[in-house]
């Protein structure tokens, strides 16, 4: 019982930057079906992501230096200088809008749970069992996220893209900074 209260709590974790990017594309005023497909895309990430992880091990890790936070910051980075810009061309941004979006923003919020699988053999010898906890407490995550970007963009209209873009830019810097 403590190994599953364990990997909750590992989950919940993963699960903070997925919650937090959420928000900011719910700001978009995102349809309903499109939230639903992107929770099940993270989802789905977040479960493939550790098992991927764990089977390449250290083996991948001795091969190969791959970091990350860097990438996840940058690809954040890249998102919120395309967002601030869209502000100034008075034309809307429609993030999420197809299944290659939907796909990116669901590998790069997934990119932990493989870091994570890499060391799951010290959690817990029940990998699809943690892989499960992860895709279920994720794709939540996500739905919230979205949903509640998607209120406060009826709150706050245009100032929910700055909003946006401010949650974007420190996401990125948090992990550029992580990742050096």
Do not use: R, W
Not at 55 to 63: A, Q, V
Request: charged content about 10%; overall charge positive.
């Amino acid at each position: 019982m403590s190994n599953i209260f364990t990997l909750i709590i590992v989950a919940v974790s993963l699960s903070m930057d997925t919650f937090s990017l959420s928000i900011a594309y719910g700001m978009f005023d995102l349809k309903s079906k499109v939230i639903k497909i992107v929770s099940i895309c993270v989802g789905m990430f977040h479960f493939f992501m550790p098992i991927i992880g764990n089977c390449l091990g250290s083996y991948f890790l001795d091969k190969i230096y791959f970091n990350a936070n860097i990438i996840i910051g940058i690809v954040f980075l890249c998102l919120s200088i395309q967002i601030f810009v869209s502000l100034f061309k008075k034309e809307q941004i429609e993030p999420l809008n197809n299944l290659l979006s939907i796909l990116v923003f669901s590998f790069t919020v997934s990119l932990d749970s493989f870091s994570v699988g890499l060391g799951l053999k010290a959690i817990t010898e029940s990998y699809f069992l943690a892989a499960f906890i992860f895709m279920i407490i994720s794709a939540i995550f996500t739905y919230i996220g979205l949903k509640m970007g998607k209120k406060l963009n009826k709150l706050i209209k245009k100032k929910a893209q700055v909003l946006g873009i401010i949650l974007l830019l420190l996401l990125s810097i948090t992990y550029i900074l992580k990742g050096c």
